[in-house]
């Protein structure tokens, strides 16, 4: 079945850039997403990537696909407190509706 | 617009007991699905209806899980008899389009104690 890894933590400090990688299995992949957990709330969708794509810029976030590598990363420019929480890589399996999770990052910012 | 809501947040109950989760979803969204977090472990799929339909049920782990959408609006989530490996965080979401164009919402999860 289709698979998607994710460090399971990060530090950094505030100011600095955050990357967050994922690893995934599944080749036909139609989207993939990354979606963020502040403590005691539910998923936000913070952006997603069409699979035909190599990057998407969204202010302070960047999202980089390499397909052949089934390789997908978030950077964080100027982390700042607020961005604290855990953040999950997904992806939906062409034509599939559901989604597959990996087992999230906590990213932790240190002031 | 609202979101979707799950009730309750937070719910503890010994082994053997039933528990009944509800999901509400963003109105007019057909596709609904159910996810579970266990134990700060990836997030899994449980199933997904298309309004009154179960569309793919494949991740519902045993017969202990029975869930149900009637109408197609709200759906719930009942566990019986509840054990202790069923403890972790119950997410739903929801979604208008097909394919995930728009990404799911999702509700702010029911966390599950089974003692």
């Known amino acids: 079945g289709e698979d998607v890894e994710q460090s399971l933590f990060l530090s950094v400090r505030e100011g600095d850039s955050s990357v967050i990688n994922c690893t995934y299995t599944?080749?036909?992949?139609?989207?993939l997403y990354w979606y963020k957990q502040e403590p005691g709330a539910g998923l936000q969708l913070l952006t997603y990537?069409?699979?035909?794509?190599d990057m998407k810029q969204d202010q302070r976030l960047t999202v980089l696909l390499n397909k052949k590598d089934k390789h997908l990363s978030l950077r964080i420019a100027d982390t700042q407190t607020g961005d604290s929480a855990i953040y999950f890589c997904a992806e939906n399996g062409g034509g599939y509706q559901k989604v597959t999770f990996g087992t999230g990052t906590k990213l932790q910012v240190i002031p | 617009e609202a979101g979707v809501t799950q009730f309750p947040s937070h719910s503890v109950i010994e082994k053997g007991q039933t528990v009944t989760l509800r999901c509400d979803p963003i109105?007019?969204?057909?596709?609904l699905y159910w996810y579970r977090r266990v134990m700060g472990k990836e997030i899994k799929f449980l199933l997904h209806?298309?309004?009154?339909?179960?569309?793919?049920e494949s991740g519902m782990p045993n017969n202990r899980f029975l869930a149900e959408r009637t109408g197609g609006t709200y759906s719930t989530l009942k566990v019986q008899p509840a054990e202790l490996e069923d403890s972790g965080v119950y997410f739903c979401?929801?979604?208008?389009?097909?394919?995930?164009?728009?990404?799911?919402?999702f509700g702010s999860g029911t966390r599950l104690t089974v003692v």
């Open positions: 109105s007019g969204h057909d596709n």
């Open positions: 979401a929801s979604s208008q389009s097909l394919g995930g164009l728009d990404g799911y919402t």
């Open positions: 209806f298309v309004k009154e339909s179960k569309q793919d």
């Open positions: 990537i069409f699979s035909n794509m």
């Open positions: 599944d080749s036909s992949s139609t989207y």
